[in-house]
């Protein structure tokens, strides 16, 4: 923690925060398309600031479990890297996409290699070749979440994140787009198992629940090098965690990451269950969860918080 860190009023930062998004509470659109998200109260608010020293900052409903949906892209990318190492690249790509979260245009366009690990069809291909690092299969997606789980609770030192299975079953029953994407790439030869077994895990770590303070705690290893600096454990090498922090700034909100970038300045992932979990390098993360989403899918209220945030500390990466 740096000096100027120290020397923060966070009750004057979290209720600068507080004024600023209380007009909008509310607005945007929650994710109907999956209708397990449907019924959210859109009214929620939550946000928790994660630091160096394990202490919380927290504000409204950050200890309310929310459906964590892409966010997860975060965690599965990074325990793909340390399986499968560089090898991932071959499936996927790096560069960002410019398009819709589940577009199917660019797949065709490209041979079925996603643009970026962050896409829906990025994503489904990184679960396929974590899965197939279990030794594939519906046995090895089943590891695959179980090694995914365990390695989110001892990073959030919290037994109690867990997947929803009613959310998990409800995206599968919509997931028609989704089996789309993993069909198209399996036409060009990029899917190692069979596309129900990899899709049943892309399901589960999509509908894990978990809490702004659990989801900030478990990402705070990516704020500093790759090692959580409560415990000590080198989680990922620095080297593979600042090319993770660089697909985070370039693709983690979709066609709505260069808006993201300009107005917050720091590498983060959007879910549509309205959470945002965002990495302030050397200081710390910040989850914010607020369901109304805006027209890419990203946390309308949870934007503006974040925004007020980078003004109050001035954590962005580019000052």
Not at 60 to 67: H, I, V
Not at 137 to 155: K, V, Y
Not at 263 to 272: A, N, Q, T, W
Request: charged share 20%; proline share 4%; glycine share 10%.
């Amino acid at each position: 923690m740096t000096v100027a860190d120290q020397a923060m009023d966070w009750q004057k930062i979290l209720a600068s925060i507080e004024a600023a998004v209380s007009p909008h509470i509310g607005s945007g659109k929650v994710a109907n398309y999956i209708p397990a998200l449907a019924c959210v109260d859109p009214r929620k608010f939550g946000i928790a600031v994660a630091l160096p020293d394990g202490s919380m900052q927290i504000l409204g409903d950050a200890d309310e479990s929310f459906s964590v949906q892409s966010i997860s892209k975060v965690f599965t990318l990074a325990l793909t890297l340390q399986r499968v190492g560089e090898d991932l690249w071959e499936a996927v790509g790096r560069e960002p996409s410019g398009s819709s979260f589940n577009s199917i245009v660019q797949l065709e366009a490209e041979a079925g290699i996603p643009r970026n690990p962050l896409i829906n069809a990025g994503a489904i291909a990184t679960t396929d070749r974590l899965v197939a690092s279990y030794g594939g299969g519906q046995a090895g997606a089943h590891e695959a979440m179980e090694d995914l789980l365990i390695t989110a609770r001892r990073l959030a030192q919290d037994e109690n994140i867990a997947i929803d299975y009613e959310v998990a079953e409800s995206e599968s029953r919509s997931g028609s787009r989704n089996r789309a994407l993993a069909h198209f790439m399996a036409s060009f030869g990029n899917m190692k198992n069979p596309v129900e077994d990899s899709l049943s895990a892309y399901f589960r770590h999509c509908s894990i629940a978990i809490s702004c303070r659990q989801l900030a705690r478990a990402a705070l290893f990516l704020a500093f090098d790759g090692c959580d600096p409560v415990t000590g454990e080198q989680v990922v090498s620095k080297e593979r965690c600042q090319r993770i922090l660089a697909i985070l700034m370039m693709s983690g909100h979709y066609d709505n990451s260069g808006e993201f970038a300009y107005r917050i300045g720091l590498p983060g992932k959007s879910g549509v269950g309205g959470g945002i979990l965002v990495v302030a390098p050397e200081h710390g993360t910040i989850a914010v969860w607020s369901p109304g989403l805006n027209q890419a899918g990203t946390s309308m209220v949870g934007s503006i918080a974040l925004e007020e945030l980078v003004q109050q500390t001035g954590w962005s990466v580019f000052v």
